[in-house]
């Protein structure tokens, strides 16, 4: 079992985000951006410059948290957009020797009933999309996030059973802040044990992130790890019981927001509160694996 995290939560800059990882003794980040920039989205010379980078600082990158298929990208979309973000994630995961990609299955279509969200055409997108990191060795995982395979466990182990070879990352907080579309209408929020249990087969990577939902402000309110409702320590307790010995990936959520950038924070508060979250987190680990 390793350590790593979305240290774009704690700055900005790659050099930021190295002393992050550095402060809490970890070797391993999950990269995501790069001044603001996803990696398959820099230029090849910014990108050579930030392989360089994680070289010399003696950090692997152990799963790209790229933007394919995510929350941003319509299943309408043309799909050549989506086939050309693969084909430059590809050479430079292998440049990085990363194995793990996180991807989605495309915006939920919240005009639409939960059984009409043209499933088909996901499931073929995400199809050839796994098709090809698979042939380059590279293990896709999908995340139960603002998506479709986020809607509920059902609809994801839906899509685990038309996409062969797809894996799963689960984060824990998400299932907090998203309405489970598999029950009837008012939809209720997600119980994160509840989706965890149903699809623990397929869990290759874990997301920590943790939080309570606030329904006058009809928002995920996110707290340290462990002390909200995403059943943390429960997932962890069991993932431990079972072997597990993957990442376990800090994303917390409580300075800034990868997906609302009107939500702004000190420079040095956001480092701070990332390496606080993670040494905390450590600290449950240790406890929690004390019982196992």
Known sequence: ????????????????????????GWSNIESRSIDGVNIHDLTEERFNQVADAFDEAGIHVNCFGSTICNWAKKVTDDFD?????????????????????????YARMDDREPCDQLQEERFRRLHEVTRRFLDAGIQPVHENCMNYGGMGWPFTLELLENVPGLKLVFDTGNCVGNDDKSKPKPYPKQSSWEFYDHVKEAVAYIHIKDGHFDHNRQALVCTWPGDGDGDVKRILQDAFSRGYDGGISIEPHMQVVFHDASIQADPQARFDNYVEYGRRLMDLVSKIKALC
């Open 81 to 105: 957009i989506t086939l050309q973000e693969v084909n430059r994630a590809i050479p430079r995961m292998q440049r990085l020797g990363t194995k793990l990609i996180r991807i989605m299955s």
């Open 1 to 24: 079992m390793y350590f790593t995290g979305f240290a774009d939560e704690a700055a900005q800059s790659l050099a930021g985000q190295l002393q992050a990882t550095k402060a809490l």
